[in-house]
């Protein structure tokens, strides 16, 4: 079992920076990818950004590619997403997520992750 914790969310103006911290916790030594995904009222959940777990990999939605950077601190068991240029359909929950391995191509799909956090409300206003 693997336990997600997210923090950091909050309310900003468009333009400006959020970083989410995601502290995992258990049984993390077999994971093998850790992302981060959101879900904006009334639409599905999408993948935002995905790392293996020895960081030598990186995958982004194209909607944050340039703007976000997913990061991870295996001394801290902490999986990190640093958001610049927030714009305001940036607006979602954030959930961290783990899992064993991606289905090659598809690195972002939330069918890849075994383990998910409660989110974190990230806000943006115009």
């Known amino acids: 079992q693997v336990q997600l914790v997210e923090s950091g969310g909050g309310s900003v103006q468009a333009g400006g920076s959020l970083r989410l911290s995601c502290a995992a916790s258990?049984?993390?030594?077999?994971?093998?990818?850790m992302g981060w995904s959101r879900q904006a009222p009334g639409k599905e959940r999408e993948g935002v950004a995905t790392i293996n777990t020895r960081g030598s990999a990186t995958f982004y939605a194209d909607s944050v590619k340039g703007r976000f950077t997913i990061s991870q601190d295996n001394a801290k068991k902490t999986l990190y997403l640093q958001m610049n240029s927030l714009k305001p359909e940036d607006t979602a929950m954030y959930y961290c997520?783990?899992?064993?391995?991606?289905?090659?191509?598809?690195?972002?799909?939330?069918?890849?992750?075994?383990?998910w956090g409660q989110g974190t409300q990230v806000t943006v206003s115009s």
């Open positions: 258990g049984n993390t030594y077999s994971n093998y990818i």
């Open positions: 997520a783990a899992g064993k391995s991606y289905v090659p191509g598809r690195p972002l799909d939330k069918g890849n992750f075994d383990y």
